[in-house]
């Protein structure tokens, strides 16, 4: 079954600094991953999907990467801000119908 | 906006009561989904609809029975629940039931609570 990990839980770093998060996966055949944004209490903000055939998706101040083989992710977020403080989620699609979600990194930016 | 909204967005209810939560996307997908969100824990997937016919059902207990009367509605029907029911429950919608472009799209969820 496929497991999805994120580290770390959670993230503190003051205003302008840049940073990464990390995803792993358990399996390699996944159709994409898609990194998600969720404010207190509230939906799922898609941020980036990254095809299993690319290697990186951006989108203004994010960058995902993508390497398969090894089954990890990355999303970069640059020059962060006070209103990037949200839970981070990544998820895997192996197959049909499916999203399989890590627990996400908790991010808070300090002004 | 998501496109995707979810009514009520808050629901108190005692353990014999029967209620349900409603989805509606306004994006034209085919495919609707509920998972379940619970403190510390990942997203659990409970169903998915595909051109409004049921294509999983990740062994979720009978007292929770969806709905897809269309590809725009979904529905979650709910009885004699368990105050560890108590959880977000989040809709969503992609273009597609599988395959390469099923980037899901999420509305903003009900938070439910069990007495």
């Known amino acids: 079954k496929q497991e999805v990990t994120q580290i770390p839980a959670a993230l503190s770093v003051p205003e302008g600094e840049n940073l990464v998060l990390n995803c792993s996966f358990t399996?390699?055949?996944?159709?994409?991953l898609q990194w998600f944004r969720q404010d207190p209490g509230k939906g799922l903000t898609s941020l980036l999907l990254?095809?299993?055939?690319?290697r990186e998706q951006t989108s203004g101040r994010l960058n995902a990467s993508l390497d398969k083989s090894s089954g990890r992710s990355t999303l970069y977020i640059a020059a962060s801000q006070p209103g990037d403080s949200a839970t981070y989620l990544c998820a895997v699609t192996p197959g049909a119908n499916n999203l399989f979600f890590g627990t996400g990194t908790r991010l808070t930016v300090i002004p | 906006e998501t496109g995707v909204t979810q009514t009520p967005r808050h629901l108190v209810m005692g353990m014999t009561n029967k209620k349900s939560l409603k989805c509606e996307q306004h994006l034209g997908h085919n495919a609707m989904y509920w998972y379940k969100q619970s403190a510390k824990k990942p997203l659990e997937l409970m169903f998915v609809y595909n051109f409004k016919e049921q294509t999983e059902n990740n062994s979720v207990p009978s007292r929770f029975s969806p709905e897809c009367p269309n590809s725009s509605h979904l529905f979650l029907h709910l009885h004699t629940l368990q105050p560890e029911d108590s959880a977000l429950y989040l809709c969503?919608?992609?273009?597609?039931?599988?395959?390469?472009?099923?980037?899901?799209?999420f509305g903003p969820g009900t938070r439910l609570t069990v007495l």
């Open positions: 969503a919608s992609s273009p597609e039931g599988q395959g390469a472009y099923n980037e899901q799209f």
């Open positions: 399996d390699s055949a996944i159709y994409n």
């Open positions: 990254i095809q299993s055939s690319q």
